[in-house]
């Protein structure tokens, strides 16, 4: 499979071959995410602002940045955030890796790390505060992603769902999920399969709305977040 990669893009352009049809909620889970995404960004749209313009002119660099994630039923799109990383981040990285071996293999093991030389110092904070993914109501409300899912994986992270990717693909990936109230980046790989794969098999409204509470206290307490 093709790996992803990293690219700034306008928040507002459409992604490729978008899959609108319905996976697991139907038209009342579809409901509900157009209508609590709106309302975020409308409540929310003062700090939306106040970020891109930080973010924008700390460095020059474009506000956003999308990366290539894997949809309902395997359709590509790109999963919008505020940039928190060096323009350069590619090469620094590459370098940083090449320098530290434990580093290398803590990449390898969860594609994470957890002192990314590549994280501006705005980009900390907004990291922190989950403050990052904000942007992530606009691929909501285009129909790429759902307030309540499994976390948006890059097409080879799907290998480590092996038989269980087809709960994955069952759904649209989420805002938030059973991992983000779990311990986020602090959760192996394979619990965050068995997160995913349980919230598909026990998917309900009021489960969405149990992990939708559950999820304030965890971004306030900012658990397993880097």
């Known amino acids: 499979m093709k790996s992803a990669t ?30 609590s995404a709106l309302l975020a960004i409308l409540i929310l749209s003062p700090i939306f602002l106040m970020i891109m313009a930080m973010v924008k002119f700390s460095d020059r660099g474009p506000a956003f940045y999308g990366h290539r994630r894997v949809g309902h039923n395997g359709r590509m799109f790109h999963c919008l955030k505020f ?28 594609r994470k790390l957890k ?3 590549r994280v501006t110092a705005i980009g900390t904070v907004l990291r922190k505060l989950s403050l990052d993914e904000l942007p992530q109501l606009i691929n909501i409300i285009r129909g790429e992603m ?9 097409d080879e992270e799907l290998n480590y769902y092996e038989s269980a990717a087809s709960y994955y693909l069952s759904t649209r990936p989420g805002l938030t ?17 068995d997160f995913d794969t349980q919230y598909v098999r026990n998917w309900s409204m009021m489960q969405d709305v149990s992990i939708i509470v559950k999820t304030i206290p965890a971004v306030c307490m900012s658990r397993g977040s880097y």
Request: proline residues 7%; charged residues 25%; without cysteine.
């Open 6 to 35: 990293r690219s700034a893009v306008s928040p507002l352009s459409s992604s490729d071959d978008t899959d609108l049809s319905f996976p697991i909620g139907g038209i009342a889970k579809r409901s509900f995410d157009v209508s």
């Open 83 to 110: 940039r928190t990383m060096v323009m350069n981040g590619d090469e620094v990285l590459r370098q940083y890796l090449a320098a530290n071996p434990e580093a290398a293999e803590e990449w390898k093991a969860t």
């Open 115 to 117: 002192n990314d030389p």
């Open 146 to 154: 759902s307030v309540v899912g499994p976390r948006p994986v890059v």
């Open 177 to 193: 999920g059973l991992w983000q109230i779990s311990g986020r980046n602090d959760v192996s790989y394979k619990e965050r399969v």
